[in-house]
Nanobody, 123 residues
Framework: QVQLLESGGGLVQAGGSLRLSCAAS????????MGWFRQAPGKEREFVAG???????YYADSLKGRFTISRDNTKNTVYLQMNGLKPEDAAVYYC?????????????????WGQGTQVTVSS
């Protein structure tokens, strides 16, 4: 049974950067697409970025140019580099494993989820 563990969240000032990591264990990693989602209080979980098993990437339109997703299959880890953070980026960030090797944007298209890591951005 695959497990996903996020890390790297924390408190940062507006304009700052954070790098989130998601380490996978207990299952196959390299052949699956991976994604990052976020959920702010009172809001639905939303897609942030996805990466396919072939390392193709896709981003939510509002985040293009600020966030970068990458993966290291030798470490079974997916990353989310976040630059130019804004107060509205504050949320719990979740990584998830897609049901196949492709990039997916729907919450229901991911079968495994981490527990989330909190990102707080002060203005």
């Amino acid at each position: 049974q695959v497990q996903l563990l996020e890390s790297g969240g924390g408190l940062v000032q507006a304009g700052g950067s954070l790098r989130l990591s998601c380490a996978a264990s207990g299952g196959t990693f390299s052949i699956f697409g991976m994604g990052w989602f976020r959920q702010a209080p009172g809001k639905e979980r939303e897609f942030v970025a996805g990466i396919s098993w072939t390392h193709n990437t896709y981003y939510a339109d509002s985040l293009k140019g600020r966030f970068t997703i990458s993966r290291d299959n030798t470490k079974n880890t997916v990353y989310l580099q976040m630059n130019g953070l804004k107060p509205e980026d504050a949320a719990v960030y979740y990584c998830a494993r897609s049901k196949d090797g492709n990039i997916r944007v729907g919450v229901y298209e991911y079968s495994r989820w981490g527990q989330g890591t909190q990102v707080t951005v002060s203005s």
